[in-house]
C-alpha cells in the first residue's frame, strides 16, 4: 500500500481549531422538487439528514436554513439568499447542499423547484451576492456538472455530482455525501471533523465503488473546484468542543506540537528513516499527552457535578 | 440499401483463402479455372480468373473470378452493381451472400440470403447458405434448412456434406458416414471435386480414433497442396477439446499449404490455449496480414497484447503434496495481490481433492487466468460450442472471469473455479476423450458435492425440462451441449449430466464414475462405458435414472405451479412490507422447495421478515439455513456475521465472512471484517493476512489500515512492527485516539 505522505492535514487541524471557535458556517439546504413520491420522500430524508450535520456541526440552529417540499420555491430561495446576504461578513463561511433533480438542455442549468425551475445563472448571481469569505456549495442534482464552471469564485469551493449537464440521471452522489458526514471513515486525518475535501473523496468513491459493485456504467462522476476544500469544515462527527481557559492553552500547545510535527515533515529527507520516526513518535507521543488532557478536561466538563 | 456504403473488407489480391467448392453447375469459362484451383494448380488457376476477371461482360463473373482471386473490393463492387442491374436475381444475391461469408460478415450475408429467398422461396443455394451460417454457430436451425434441400434434391452434395459435418460434431459417427457415402457417390458419379468428401471421411476415422486416414491420401493424390484436409479433421478436435492433437494437424496444415490464412488464425488460438503464447502470436500475426478483418484473429491478438496488464506468478509444485503439479497464475495487475492467495489455496486443494477422487495425478503446471474484462474472457471461448460463460478449460489452462468482471454476487467464482478444475481431471485423465456430458457432469457433480459451495442449485428450466420430458437419452446428452433445440437446452443439460454422475455415485459409488473415466480414457462411447463400469445398458440406464430423478425431485416439479404462486406472493407481501404475510408465503415457497436458494430465494424474505419485526435471532437461523444450502448473496451474508458476531459466535461469523470472499474477495469491508474477527479469535497470524488484504485494496481510510496492522503485529508479539505501524497511522491522523493509546501502551 502507499503510504500517503501527510502535509497540509496537521496545519488544517491547528486552522479548524482556530476558525471553528469563531466563525461557524451558516448552512443553506435546499431539496427540489421530487416529481415523484419516492424522490419526494427521499430527497426530503437526505434534507433533514444533512440538517441535523448542519446543527450538530455550528451548535447554532438559528445558523441553519432548510427549504424543502412546498417550501422550496424560486421566491424563498431568493428571500434565503437575501437574508444570509445581509447577515454574513467576510469571516464569516456559507455552505450550501442543493439536493433534488437539475437539468440542462445544452445550454442552461436548471434547479427543478416547485413552481418555477431556478436557473444556474441565477443560483450564480444568488451565491455571489453573499460576502462570506469561504463558501463551499455541493450541488447533487443530475446533469450539476454543467454549473462547475461559472460558479468557480475565489475563495469559494464547489462540487458536483457529475461532470457534466450530459450527466443527466438522477444521481447517488447525496445519500454518500450524507454517509460521509458521519462516517468516521470518512474522517481520514481522525481529528472529529470532516472536511469539504474528506467529504467528497469519501463519496465520490463510495459512488464509484456502487456503480462498479452492480456492475454498470457511472452514469455520475463527482467533480470538485476551489482550493480551500481540505480547509472547510462540513460537520464535525462528535459533540462540539467546550471553551475553557485550560482548553485554550491545551489547544495551543497541541498547535505548537503540530507545527514541530510540521517542521519535522519538511526535514524528512534529510533524516534516515530510524532517525525521522523516533522523533516522530517523540512529537506524536506529546501530541497524544496533550490531546489526553483535553479529552479529559473535556469529559469533566460534561459530567453532572 | 446498407450494403452501398460497405466499408469493408478487403484482402490483397493476392491474398487466398481457403479452398472454395462449388457444386452448383457453372459455366465453362469459370469451370475451367476452378478445376485448376481444385487441383492445386494455384498459378493456373489465378491466370485463368484474372483473365476471366478483365475480359468477361458478365458482371457476376467478373465478381466469381475476383472471389476466387481473394480481391473481396473488386467482388464486392462486381455484385453491387449487377445486382443493380438484376434485382430480381435470386442466385445474384445468395452468390453475393457467399462472399460476406469469405469476410466473417454473417448478418449481412444472411439478410442477402432471405432477400434471395424472398425473390425465391425455393432458391437452393440462399437455404444452403442460411443453413451454413447456422451450422458455424453450432444451432439447430441448421438441419431444418438442410432438411428442406435434400427433400427437393436428395442429391444436393453441399446438404449432404453439411449433414454430415453437424452429425459428427454430435459424435453420430454412423450417421455421417452415410451422408459421407452418398455424397461420395453423387461427386464420383457427376465429376465433382471429392476433397471435402475426403477430408470429412478423414475426419470420420479420426474421431473413430484413426487419424492417419487413408482418405488424406486420396486427397493429396487430387491436390498436393490441400492443406484444408488437415484444417478439417483439427476442428474435431478442437470442438472435443482436443487442442495438442489439433495444434499437430493445423501444423501439418501450414506446412503444406504455407498461406492458408485460416489454419494460422486456428493454430495461433489453439497454441494460445496451451499457453504458447509467443508462437500463438506469431501465427495469429501471420494469419492477420491475409485476413485482417477476421474478428477472432484482431481480438485474440489483442487479447494478448493485454497480457501486458497481466502478472504471471509461477508456483512450483508443494512439497508438502504427493500430487501438486506447479500452478501458474495469471492475473490482472490491478487485482493479482489480492486474489492471488484465495485463487492459489483453492487451486491446490482441488488438485488434491481430485486427485484422490478420481486416481489421476496431474502431469503439468494448471494455468490459471482471471480476467476482469468480460470480452477478454470471451475471446478466450470464440468458436467452440456451448461453452459456459463463466469459465472454460483447456487441458491444463483455466480461463475464466474474474470477480471483478461481473456484478458483485452475480457469481460465485470459488465454485466456477472449482468446476474448471474438475474439468482440468476429467480431460487429462482421459487425453481429452472424455465426452463433453461426462466431464460437465462431473464438474457439476462434484460442485455440488466436495465444492466451496454446498447444495444443488438447480434452475427451474431444468425442472420444467423434467416436466415436460425434455431430457435426453443419456448415449444422445451431448447432443444438448453441442447443438441445442431450445434456448435453455445449454443449461438443462449440464444439470442433467451433473445429475446423472449423481446417481452414479451414490448408487454405484465414486468407483463408478472412476471406472467410466477409464473406460472413456480408452476410447469407449458413451454407451460402451455405461454399460463397462456399471454393468448396465444404456437404455436401462436412462429408465433408473428417471426413476431416480423422480424419486429425488418429482415432488418438487409437482409443486413447481404452487411454489410459485408462494414465491410471487412473499415477493409482493414484502415489496409491501407486510411482514407477517410475506413470512408465511416465505414458509410456503421454502416448504414446497427447500432446496432453491437463488435469485429470489424464499429465505430471504423470510429473514428480511424476521428483521423487520425485530427478531434478529430467528432472522439469522434463517440465514444460517439459507447458506447451509448453498444460499450465497452477499448482503445476506454480511448480515448474517453481523448478527452472529454480536450473539459472541465469532468462528460462526469467521466461517460465514470466508465464504463471502468466495463471492465477493475484492470487498475491503469484508476483509477487514474478518480480520478484527480473526483478531478476537485469537488468530492473528490470520487476521494479519486479511489486514494487509485490505491494505492491498487501496482503502480510503489508510490510518486506520495502519492502525489494523499495528494490532495484529502487537497480538502475535511484534511490538516494533506495531510501533512502526502506528507511526505511519498518526503521520496520516496525529489525531487518531487508538492509535495515540496504544503506541502510548507500547512505548511506556
Known amino acids: 500500500m502507499r503510504r500517503a505522505r501527510p502535509g497540509w492535514f496537521w496545519l488544517a487541524a491547528t486552522w479548524l481549531a482556530a476558525a471553528s471557535a469563531s466563525a461557524d458556517p451558516y448552512y443553506l439546504i435546499v431539496a427540489g422538487l421530487g416529481g415523484e413520491p419516492r424522490f419526494e420522500q427521499r430527497f426530503s430524508e437526505q434534507a433533514e439528514k444533512l440538517a441535523e450535520a448542519a446543527r450538530r456541526t455550528t451548535g447554532k440552529p438559528d445558523q441553519v436554513i432548510v427549504l424543502q417540499g412546498a417550501e422550496a420555491t424560486g421566491d424563498n430561495l431568493r428571500a434565503a439568499f437575501a437574508k444570509l446576504a445581509g447577515t454574513l461578513r467576510s469571516t464569516d463561511s456559507l455552505i450550501v447542499f442543493l439536493i433534488g433533480h437539475g437539468s440542462f438542455d445544452g445550454e442552461e442549468y436548471k434547479l427543478n423547484l416547485p413552481g418555477p425551475d431556478i436557473t444556474g445563472k441565477a443560483l450564480g448571481e444568488l451565491l455571489a451576492s453573499v460576502p462570506a469569505g469561504a463558501q463551499l456549495v455541493m450541488n447533487a442534482t443530475s446533469a450539476s456538472g454543467a454549473v462547475l464552471e461559472s460558479w468557480k469564485a475565489n475563495g469559494r469551493t464547489v462540487v458536483t455530482a457529475t461532470r457534466s449537464g450530459a450527466e443527466r440521471t438522477a444521481t447517488r452522489f ?50 470538485i473546484a476551489g482550493d480551500n476544500a481540505a480547509r472547510l469544515t462540513v460537520a464535525r462527527l462528535g459533540t462540539r468542543p467546550a471553551e475553557t481557559p485550560e482548553l485554550t492553552r491545551l489547544s495551543a500547545r497541541m498547535a505548537e506540537i503540530e507545527g514541530e510535527l510540521e517542521a519535522l515533515r519538511l526535514r524528512r529527507d534529510e533524516l534516515d528513516s530510524e532517525t525521522y520516526l523516533n522523533e516522530l513518535q517523540a512529537l506524536l507521543l506529546q501530541l497524544a499527552n496533550v490531546q489526553r488532557e483535553i479529552d479529559e478536561a473535556q469529559a469533566a466538563r460534561a459530567a453532572p457535578e | 440499401m446498407r450494403r452501398l456504403a460497405l466499408p469493408l ?254 489454419a494460422h488464425a486456428e493454430l495461433g488460438v489453439n497454441l494460445l490455449r496451451e499457453n504458447k503464447v509467443d508462437e500463438a502470436q506469431r501465427h495469429l500475426a501471420f494469419a492477420y496480414r491475409g485476413d485482417p478483418y477476421s474478428p477472432q484473429i484482431v481480438n485474440t491478438l489483442r487479447l494478448i497484447d493485454s497480457f501486458d496488464n497481466f502478472v504471471v506468478a509461477t508456483h512450483e509444485p508443494d512439497e508438502g503434496s504427493p500430487y501438486d503439479p506447479g500452478v501458474i497464475l495469471r492475473l490482472h495487475e490491478r487485482e493479482a495481490e489480492v486474489l492471488e492467495p484465495y485463487v492459489l489455496a483453492l487451486v491446490r486443494d482441488s488438485i488434491a481433492r481430485f486427485s484422490e477422487r478420481y486416481a489421476f495425478t496431474l502431469k503439468e503446471p494448471v494455468v490459471v487466468e482471471l480476467y476482469p474484462d468480460h470480452d477478454d474472457f470471451a475471446v478466450r471461448t470464440s468458436g467452440l460450442p456451448g461453452i459456459g460463460l463463466l469459465g472454460v478449460t483447456f487441458g491444463h489452462l483455466v480461463a475464466m472471469d474474474s470477480p471483478s468482471g461481473r456484478a458483485e454476487g452475480e457469481f460465485h467464482w470459488g465454485t466456477t473455479l472449482w468446476h474448471e478444475m474438475a474439468h482440468v481431471f476429467t ?162 415457497a421454502i416448504a414446497l422447495f427447500p432446496d432453491y436458494v437463488d435469485e429470489g430465494s424464499a429465505y430471504l424474505i423470510k429473514a428480511k421478515a424476521y428483521e423487520e419485526t ?106 516494533e512492527e506495531a510501533r512502526k505501524q502506528l507511526l505511519y497511522a498518526l503521520e496520516i491522523a496525529p489525531h487518531y485516539r487508538d492509535a495515540q493509546q496504544m503506541l502510548l501502551e507500547i512505548v511506556r
Request: hydrophobic letters at 45%; one cysteine or more.
Open chain 2, 614 to 719: 425485530g427478531d434478529t435471532a430467528r432472522a439469522a437461523q434463517t440465514l444460517a439455513e439459507y447458506r447451509s444450502r448453498g444460499g450465497y448473496d452477499p448482503t445476506a451474508l454480511k448480515a448474517l456475521a453481523k448478527w452472529l458476531h454480536e450473539s459472541g459466535d465469532t468462528e460462526a461469523a469467521i466461517g460465514v465472512l470466508e465464504d463471502l470472499l468466495l463471492v465477493a474477495p475484492l470487498r475491503l469491508d469484508v476483509h477487514a471484517e474478518l480480520g478484527d474477527r480473526l483478531l478476537e479469535a485469537g488468530r492473528a497470524e490470520q487476521a494479519l493476512h486479511e489486514y494487509r488484504m485490505f491494505a492491498a485494496l487501496d482503502p480510503h481510510d489508510k490510518a486506520n489500515v495502519h492502525y489494523r496492522l499495528a494490532r495484529a503485529h502487537r497480538a502475535l508479539g511484534d511490538t
Open chain 2, 427 to 588: 480431460l487429462e485423465a482421459t487425453a481429452h476423450l472424455v465426452p463433453r456430458w461426462f466431464s460437465e457432469g462431473v464438474s457439476v457433480y462434484e460442485e455440488w458435492t466436495t465444492g466451496p459451495l454446498p447444495g444443488r442449485h438447480l434452475p427451474i428450466a431444468f425442472l420444467e425440462a423434467m416436466r415436460d420430458d425434455r431430457l435426453l437419452p443419456i448415449a444422445e446428452l451431448d447432443r444438448g451441449f453441442i447443438r441445442p433445440t431450445y434456448a435453455a437446452q445449454v443449461v438443462v443439460s449440464y444439470m442433467q449430466a451433473g445429475l446423472v454422475c449423481e446417481y452414479i455415485a451414490s448408487r454405484w459409488g465414486q468407483e463408478g464414475l472412476r471406472a467410466m473415466l477409464e473406460l472413456f480414457a480408452e476410447g469407449a462411447e458413451t454407451p460402451a462405458a455405461i454399460s463397462g463400469a456399471l454393468g448396465i445398458g444404456a437404455e436401462a440406464f436412462d429408465e433408473a435414472f428417471a426413476d431416480y430423478l423422480r424419486q429425488e425431485l418429482g415432488g418438487v416439479v409437482a409443486n413447481l405451479e404452487a411454489w410459485r404462486g408462494a414465491q410471487r406472493d412473499a415477493h409482493v407481501r414484502a415489496e409491501a412490507r407486510e411482514w407477517a404475510r410475506a413470512l408465511e408465503a416465505a414458509e410456503r
Open chain 1, 174 to 223: 447525496a445519500e454518500h455525501w450524507i454517509a460521509a458526514l458521519s462516517s468516521g471513515e470518512a474522517d481520514t486525518d481522525k481529528n472529529g471533523l470532516i472536511s469539504a475535501q474528506e467529504a467528497f473523496d469519501y463519496a465520490s468513491r463510495s459512488v464509484a465503488d456502487s456503480y462498479e459493485a452492480e456492475g454498470i456504467l457511472a452514469t455520475e462522476h463527482p467533480q
Open chain 2, 9 to 262: 473488407l478487403l484482402v490483397a489480391a493476392e491474398a487466398v483463402a481457403g479452398l472454395s467448392i462449388e457444386y452448383g453447375e457453372r459455366p465453362e469459362e469459370l469451370a475451367r479455372c476452378d478445376r485448376a484451383a481444385y487441383r492445386g494448380k494455384r498459378a493456373e488457376a489465378n491466370a485463368c480468373y484474372l483473365e476471366l476477371f478483365q475480359t468477361s461482360e458478365e458482371l457476376w463473373m467478373r465478381a466469381e473470378a475476383a472471389r476466387a482471386l481473394g480481391d473481396y473490393r473488386a467482388a464486392n463492387d462486381a455484385f453491387k452493381a449487377a445486382v443493380e442491374q438484376r434485382p430480381d436475381d435470386a442466385a445474384l444475391r445468395a452468390r453475393w451472400g457467399r462472399l460476406y461469408l469469405d469476410t466473417h460478415q454473417a448478418n449481412e450475408a444472411v439478410q442477402l440470403f432471405l432477400e434471395s429467398l424472398e425473390r425465391d422461396a425455393k432458391h437452393v443455394p440462399a437455404k444452403l447458405g442460411l443453413a451454413t451460417v447456422a451450422a458455424g454457430r453450432f444451432e439447430d436451425r441448421a438441419r431444418g434448412y438442410v432438411g428442406e434441400v435434400l427433400e427437393a434434391d436428395p442429391d444436393n452434395v453441399e446438404a449432404l456434406l453439411l449433414l454430415a459435418r453437424m452429425h459428427l460434431e454430435e459424435g453420430a459417427l454412423d450417421r455421417a458416414r452415410e451422408r459421407l457415402d452418398k455424397a461420395l457417390e453423387v461427386v464420383e458419379a457427376k465429376g465433382l471435386p471429392p476433397l471435402e468428401v475426403y477430408a470429412l471421411h478423414a475426419s470420420l476415422d479420426l474421431l473413430n480414433g484413426q487419424p492417419e486416414s487413408p482418405w488424406i491420401e486420396r486427397a493429396l493424390a487430387y491436390n498436393p497442396t490441400y492443406g484444408e484436409i488437415y484444417e478439417t479433421q483439427a476442428h474435431f478436435y478442437v470442438i472435443t477439446r482436443r487442442y495438442r492433437e489439433a495444434i499437430e494437424l493445423l501444423r501439418k496444415a501450414v506446412e503444406l499449404k504455407p498461406d492458408l490464412y485460416s
